[in-house]
């Protein structure tokens, strides 16, 4: 054992203490903060949340020039970079995302006219396609994406001057064509804002009028029978250039826009479509017009910029319409108009580029309206440190072994727990076989866990089964070790490296669990404890810095390939360092922090791996030098750091990593200084950090903004399809899985959605990997959303999934994602004869791919049956009775086939006394090894592959 290891140890034993910790995903305090800029200033465009959790900008106007040029916007890393080109340049346009994950871009105006010209952007190829034209040209028009996913187009400017078009338009993404909806009463609009009701109706409101005038008129579209009806008037005069706001409640909250004598509007309107009547709400901190609206996940409405007397305004405020009252925040950073606001899928709001004081911008901003805030929760039964923690498939949390403090002292310990995030409660669970600290503890594809290894324990290991709640034993690790590191592989096995045991082990192992044991995996480069090892998104796994053979930090990095089983040297860090952290980044890069360099040398520098360029880069310094801290992934693409030591003292900072902004924020304060706890991300989001080491008894806390958990409006996946192979596609059921109104009200052109996002995450902060939706439809009360197929490079292995609505976060479910290639073939088949029919019945495949379909053929004639997956039964019909037929099933998906061997002869035959019906079962066997070699020429016949089960 090192001697720095020891004294960690040492220290940790005299101040055994215990922390609950949650943090919310949104980390950074509340407010306004730089999002980056883009290329080419804009104002007037469109900004698209997309399937993939990027934001589409698209056209808009610098200058006075209209633009055809693109900006994608990562939330999760904070960049922008160029997207491809529209077909021609526009302005005052409109952009729906579709049902099936592709944006429909719409007319606008190309700086000499309106154009009716019409395109549509596909995130997953990156290219945008012209689509069929308008029957109009139109642009400052309204763009909505009905409940049957069709795309109302309504109003406009037309090609004559100012003119307000009365006509309206749909689009159908099925068939790409346009046919018309009708021409609105009175004299058109433009300008106005367009609403998708709660029935499925469509609200329009105000607007500038064929008259060149503000417009006071409601109109209402039934896209039943394509027909406008006239609604209550605004009842405190006309408006245009407002903003219009679905509410969850049903209800629209009209705010600000100009009015009468051309002057800027500091008012606020419900209208309630049940009554169609409108009665005021809250008046505005600010007058503005041309601004944008958000509706934020806790049902309040942001308003942001716009511009009274042609001045744009940095001013922002927040309407709750449950109390009709306008409270102001935080202004932005800049001035800007004619910008629009998207609520992200985090429940941040993304402001991008505007006109400002100087003119166009390519800045962007979000904002957060959430704050940390500490709440209690369940205490542990015990105070313990270095222990390991691991979210189970059910959504608790397992503790295990650790320091645990007993009658005055500290000592490895057994005991294991259960922590409930519903009720925020620990429970006893089933004892481990030996007590151990400084373990490794690794979720297993199949959701047991494996426990290796630990300093009273160096060798031993078990598996624990979250079902059944018991421990099992497993073989013993070739080489003892202790503060090792255990990557689960692509595979399925573990990879265990590095750690000590009288001196640092060099020697890597495997643990295979489909053979329950070990295998040699070769030699790290350079032995060392204390390290980190990350599993990257090419399936490599890299380990660096680290306790060296010097007992001082290493800068050493070494990268295991499982597909040769070697090691390979890689680029050494910037710094030396040991007992710091490494956090995959949603990128893929790894962002290495803090440490302890040797001596007195507590670090907080940070640096980050780039794998597509093999080098490290220089990052923001942590604001706090610190060692044996928690880092954790944050589902909003941040990285959330807490305590850790530093001079001998335990830290009680938090802080956040940013790849957006480069830089780390303040998180919070814990109430005591602590290390040697573990950070789990739950499956609501939050983050679970438990026990470590402090002078004090200290409670257990929950640490975080307000939850949303208790939000009616978020998502709840009841049923997921898993395991899905790599080439396949996610179905999931759920309640809540579209919004109940519009994410985001935007600007006037542009139309607000409520389809929602999933994301798979693999288990313990891996790698993530987006799945736009195919389709969303109800289903029994429930809505059923089909993914388009995961994406080429997807690592098999388990994930977690989790479906982002209006802002809002579902729990996350565990998928499991099987490599692709053909199934494995279908066991234990039996037949039962019928008259002039066989039913054959078989037994699911075990492991592998899993099957699509299964297809029953009998020989000789060649009849067959298939059936979906997971039916395993169908019955060939059309046979001659008296004659003896075998049959063979065969499994099948994307990946190829697979077929069990044929049975052996079956003779169809009337029921006794003369009825249709089937004779007495009878269970066939399978044919011997030269049965099946005697049919093997009509297998090919029939163009069925045999493959005999392992």
């Known amino acids: 054992m090192s001697s720095s290891l020891w004294n960690a140890m040492a220290r940790h034993a005299l101040h055994a203490a215990v922390l609950c910790l949650g943090v919310a995903t949104t980390a950074q305090a509340a407010g306004w903060h730089p999002a980056g800029s883009f290329g080419g200033e804009r104002a007037s465009h469109t900004t698209t949340q997309l399937g993939d959790g990027r934001v589409l900008v698209a056209g808009g106007q610098s200058g006075g020039t209209p633009l055809a040029t693109t900006q994608l916007y990562d939330p999760a890393t904070g960049r922008w970079s160029g997207g491809p080109a529209l077909p021609g340049p526009r302005v005052d346009h409109s952009a729906t995302p579709l049902a099936d994950g592709t944006v429909l871009l719409v007319g606008g105006h190309t700086g000499s006219a309106s154009t009716s010209a019409a395109a549509t952007f596909d995130p997953r190829t990156g290219a945008v396609t012209p689509a069929e034209a308008m029957n109009l040209r139109r642009s400052r028009h309204t763009a909505t994406l009905l409940h049957d996913g069709r795309v109302l187009v309504a109003g406009g400017q037309g090609t004559a001057g100012q003119e307000a078009l009365r006509s309206a338009e749909v689009y159908d993404p099925a068939t790409r064509t346009w046919e018309s909806a009708g021409s609105m009463p009175g004299m058109g609009k433009r300008q106005h804002t367009a609403t998708l009701l709660a029935t499925g109706r469509v609200l329009l409101v105000g607007g500038l009028d064929n008259g060149i005038s503000a417009d006071a008129a409601v109109l209402v579209w039934n896209p039943t029978d394509a027909t406008w009806t006239v609604a209550a008037p605004l009842p405190d005069g006309p408006r245009l250039d407002h903003t219009a706001t679905l509410l969850p409640d049903g209800r629209v909250l009209v705010a600000g826009g100009r009015g009468s004598g051309n002057v800027a509007v500091g008012t606020t309107q419900l209208y309630d479509p049940a009554s169609n009547t409108w009665s005021a709400c809250a008046v505005l901190q600010a007058a503005r017009e041309r601004h944008a609206a958000a509706l934020l996940p806790g049902g309040r409405v942001l308003l942001v910029g716009g511009e009274a007397g042609n001045t744009p305004l940095a001013a922002s405020e927040v309407v709750d319409p449950g109390t009709c009252n306008a409270s102001s925040l935080p202004p932005m950073a800049q001035a800007r108009t004619r910008s629009g606001a998207l609520l992200l899928h985090t429940g941040e709001v993304l402001v991008a580029g505007g006109d400002g004081t100087p003119g166009p911008l390519a800045s962007a901003e979000r904002f957060s309206a959430d704050a940390l805030v500490p709440e209690v929760t369940g205490a542990l039964p015990a105070l313990r440190q270095d222990h390991r923690a691991t979210l189970l498939r059910d959504g608790s949390v397992l503790v295990t072994g650790g320091l645990v403090a007993s009658g005055g002292s500290a000592a490895p310990g057994n005991s294991t727990l259960r922590y409930d995030a519903g009720t925020g409660q620990w429970q006893g669970a089933a004892p481990m076989a030996r007590a151990r600290s400084y373990h490794s503890q690794t979720l297993l594809a199949d959701g047991r866990v494996l426990v290796a290894g630990g300093s009273s324990v160096p060798a031993s290991a078990e598996l624990y089964d979250s079902a059944t709640q018991q421990w099992s034993a497993v073989p013993d690790l070739a080489h003892g070790r202790w503060a090792h590191t255990a990557t689960l592989l692509p595979s399925g096995s573990v990879l265990v490296a590095g750690g000590a045991n009288g001196g640092n082990v060099a020697q890597a192992e495997r643990y295979d669990p489909a053979a329950n044991a070990w295998q040699a995996a070769g030699a790290l480069l350079v032995p060392r404890n204390g390290h980190t090892a990350t599993l990257l998104a090419d399936g490599r796994v890299m380990v660096a810095g680290g306790n060296a053979l010097t007992s001082q930090g290493t800068a050493s ?71 044996l801290h928690t880092a954790t992934l944050l589902p909003d693409g941040r990285v959330l750091v807490t305590g850790g030591g530093y001079n001998g003292a335990n830290l009680s900072s938090a802080e956040v990593y940013d790849p957006e902004s480069g830089a780390w924020q303040t998180a919070g ?24 080491l402090n002078s004090n008894s200290t409670p257990a806390l929950l640490y975080g903004p307000a939850s949303d958990a208790g939000n009616a409006r978020r998502p709840r996946i009841t049923s997921s399809s898993t395991p899905v192979a790599t080439s396949g596609a996610l179905e999931l059921s759920g309640l809540h899985l579209v919004g109940a109104s519009e994410a985001s009200g935007g600007a006037t052109s542009q139309s607000a959605t409520r389809l929602p996002l999933v994301r798979l995450q693999g288990e313990g902060n891996g790698a993530v990997v987006w799945l736009p939706i195919a389709s969303a439809v109800p289903s029994g009360g429930h809505t059923l959303v089909t993914t388009h197929p995961l994406p080429p490079g997807t690592a098999p292995g388990p994930y977690r999934a989790t479906v982002y609505v209006s802002g809002m976060a579902s729990d996350s479910v565990p998928v499991r994602v099987l490599a692709a290639g053909a199934p494995n073939a279908p066991t234990g088949v039996t037949a039962t004869p ?15 791919t899993p099957p699509a379909s299964y297809t029953v053929t009998a020989q000789p004639g060649g009849a067959s049956c298939t059936v979906q997956a997971p039916t395993t039964s169908c019955t060939v019909t059309g046979l001659t009775n008296g004659t003896a037929y075998t049959f063979t099933v065969t499994a099948n998906n994307a990946g190829g086939s697979a077929s069990a061997p044929p049975t052996g002869g079956v003779t169809p035959a009337p029921a006794p006394g003369g009825g249709g019906g089937p004779g007495g079962v009878q269970g066939i066997p399978t044919l011997s090894d030269w049965g099946v070699l005697v049919l093997a020429a009509l297998m090919l016949v029939a163009g069925v592959r045999m493959r005999r089960p392992v």
């Not at 019928?834 to 039913?839: H, K, L, P, R, Y």
């Open 557 to 627: 990095v070494e990268f295991y390939n499982p597909a040769t089983a070697t090691w390979t040297a890689g680029p050494a860090m910037q710094q030396a360092r040991n007992q710091h952290s490494a956090t995959l980044l949603a990128d893929g890069r790894v962002l290495v922090a803090g440490g302890h360099a040797g001596g007195a040398g507590y670090l907080a520098s940070a640096e980050i791996y780039d794998p597509a360029t093999n080098a490290w880069h220089s990052a923001a310094s942590l604001q706090q030098a610190r060692n």
């Open 834 to 848: 019928g008259n002039a029919q066989v039913t054959v019945s078989w037994q699911a495949p075990a492991g592998g």
């Open 669 to 692: 304060t814990m109430p005591q200084g602590r290390g040697g706890h573990t950070a789990t991300l739950l499956a609501n989001g939050r983050v679970l950090v438990a026990g470590g």
